[in-house]
């Protein structure tokens, strides 16, 4: 089956430490994308990427880092820079070119708690 | 200044009545969509309506449809005939014009099916 996958699906880490999630999809889209979202908010753009090897900040990139080596993958790094990392992560892919009616399919989300 | 209201941050209906979600944006692109999804307390996010600003009629699929009043610069989400699977919490999404196709999301809001 076609989609994304994100694992793993609850993480908790120390602070000061640095932490990988991971997502995955198969849908050979071009673009990929990284959303925080705090309890009762909507989701807030951290990176986004359009193509390997590309990425370019969001809203809220301070504290995060990612890699696009693959097409596939889109891996975000929690920094321990980062001040308040609680919070729910989605992934998102899409295609880039054609309508602007591509929609954004989104992944099963991280929750990540820092103890 | 934000670019995504939703107003209402909790809705309550009657299992098979419609409900209106309200959505209103600003953009002072000529070209954008606007999209809503809905986030069940499993945390996915699922695409349900797309809505293009050149688009001439409302969207619909199946009991989603979208009305969209331009000079208004509203598009509200209606679900018809609501069922208890409904419950759930809905956003508004905007992608501006241009080549980075992120989406910009509103806060949400929180609908409750009553049996």
């Known amino acids: 089956d076609g989609g994304i996958t994100q694992s793993p699906k609850y993480l908790f880490r120390k602070e000061g430490q640095n932490v990988t999630l991971s997502c995955e999809q198969n849908?050979?889209?071009?673009?990929m994308y990284w959303y925080r979202q705090d309890p009762g908010q909507g989701l807030r753009l951290i990176y986004y990427?359009?193509?390997?090897?590309?990425?370019q900040k969001g809203d809220i990139a301070e504290g995060y880092s990612v890699s696009r080596e693959k097409k596939e993958s889109f891996p975000l790094t929690v920094t321990s820079a980062q001040k308040n990392p609680t919070a729910f992560y989605l992934c998102?892919?899409?295609?880039?070119?054609?309508?602007?009616?591509?929609?954004?399919?989104f992944g099963p989300g991280t929750r990540l708690t820092v103890l | 200044a934000q670019k995504i209201t939703q107003t209402q941050p909790g809705m309550f209906v009657q299992e098979k009545e419609a409900v209106t979600l309200d959505c209103t944006y600003d953009t002072s692109d000529p070209s954008y969509g606007l999209f809503w999804y809905k986030q069940p307390s499993s945390g996915e996010m699922i695409f349900l309506i797309y809505q293009g600003s050149y688009d001439q009629q409302n969207a619909t699929e199946g009991r989603y449809s979208l009305n969209f009043q331009k000079a208004r610069k509203s598009a509200n989400l209606v679900i018809s005939a609501s069922q208890l699977g409904d419950s759930a919490m809905y956003f508004c999404?905007?992608?501006?014009?241009?080549?980075?196709?992120?989406?910009?999301f509103g806060s949400g809001t929180q609908l409750t099916v009553l049996p």
């Open positions: 990427s359009q193509i390997v090897n590309d990425f």
């Open positions: 849908l050979n889209h071009d673009a």
């Open positions: 999404a905007m992608r501006e014009g241009g080549s980075a196709r992120q989406l910009t």
């Open positions: 998102a892919s899409s295609i880039v070119a054609g309508l602007a009616s591509n929609e954004q399919f």
